[in-house]
């Protein structure tokens, strides 16, 4: 796995990662321990994965230089002022987003058609979601501009397209069917954004 794909797989892992209730800065072994229901709805085997072992490492990194290590990470998810402020950390320090946050779109697609065409079946979806994506996470910040000091959000409306047209399109032999999974899918399909934070990002 080259650098610039684990690149990609940090900014997915802090958006579409699992909630932990424990603090940012225990240790792999303490997550895996503790956790609360996940956000990932399609079971492709990335929590188990090296690569997610590693992205832990880098979130960790940036959750200390931004003061969240003491808050678990269901707070975090919940915090998200914090949480668009971690994900521009995280794109800066590995060069896929410019001095003011935005996204390097040219790198980041190239990084993720490499990561992603390792899923049959997402090879077909790729070119799709990741333009439709980067227009949404475009039209985003345009209605949340970053110009008064805080982070820019691009970076976290970018990785939280991805995770919702990825796990609407997870096919069903490889969805969790569990009633916490089935009522997320029920709000992205709907598309009730704030319904879908109040009620599982808690």
Known sequence: MNK?????LVILAVVTGPGYATPCNETSASYRSHRSPPLRCCKDGFEESLNHE??????????????LTAMSEDELLKNRKGLVCLIECITKKHDLADEKGELLQEDLAK????HF??????????DGIISECFQFAEEEHEKHSSDDGTCNPEGFHFGYCLWRKFT???????QDDSE?????????KSNDTEGLWNAHID
């Open 111 to 114: 990084a993720l058609k490499e």
């Open 54 to 67: 590693k992205v832990q490492v880098v979130r960790r990194e940036c959750a200390e230089e931004l003061g």
């Open 180 to 188: 916490h999974c089935e009522s997320i899918r029920g709000k992205l």
């Open 117 to 126: 065409s390792i899923a049959e079946w997402k090879v077909p979806l790729l």
């Open 168 to 174: 609407l399109a997870c096919p069903e032999e490889m």
């Open 4 to 8: 610039i794909v684990i690149k990609v």
